[in-house]
């Protein structure tokens, strides 16, 4: 990262920051209840419709906080906190889950590229497509 560290971060990318580390917290202690339960139903399938309903999130909440916390370690996820503040730009969870499909150097440099250009999901999605075909994506 080239810039320096921005010390006037905006509420709206503070909240993002926030559902971040909600986001990967409640990933990881999903993860937990499903390794728990593992043997007593498919996948811990019924433990995190249960988890989802005593914490009030719908399941797909749930499971994409768990694919988060299963693909970004918490040195990997407080790198994109920091592009964040470093950019001032929400990379918000919907990024992430873009951009857990790629290899880790791919996700690196889309990260980077994400939080300086200010992308939106629909523009990340547009690169990671072109990454996939080869075509550039202007």
Not at 65 to 76: G, L, V
Not at 78 to 101: C, T, W
């Amino acid at each position: 990262m080239e810039a320096t560290f921005n010390p006037k971060v905006s509420r709206k990318v503070q909240k993002s920051i926030d559902a971040l580390d909600e986001r990967y917290q409640i990933g990881q202690d999903a993860n937990r209840v499903s390794r728990t339960c593992r043997g007593k139903s498919r996948y811990g399938v019924g433990a995190i419709g249960r988890f989802a309903d005593r914490d009030g999130s719908s399941r797909s909440f749930v499971y994409d906080s768990r694919q988060i916390a299963s693909s970004y370690s918490r040195e990997e996820l407080d790198q994109v906190i920091e592009l964040s503040k470093v950019y001032n730009f929400a990379v918000g969870p919907s990024h992430l889950i873009e951009l857990m499909r790629l290899d880790p150097d791919q996700r690196r440099v889309l990260q980077e590229n994400t939080a300086r250009g200010r992308w939106p999901v629909a523009r990340l999605k547009k690169e990671i497509a072109s990454l996939k075909t080869g075509k550039r994506s202007d």
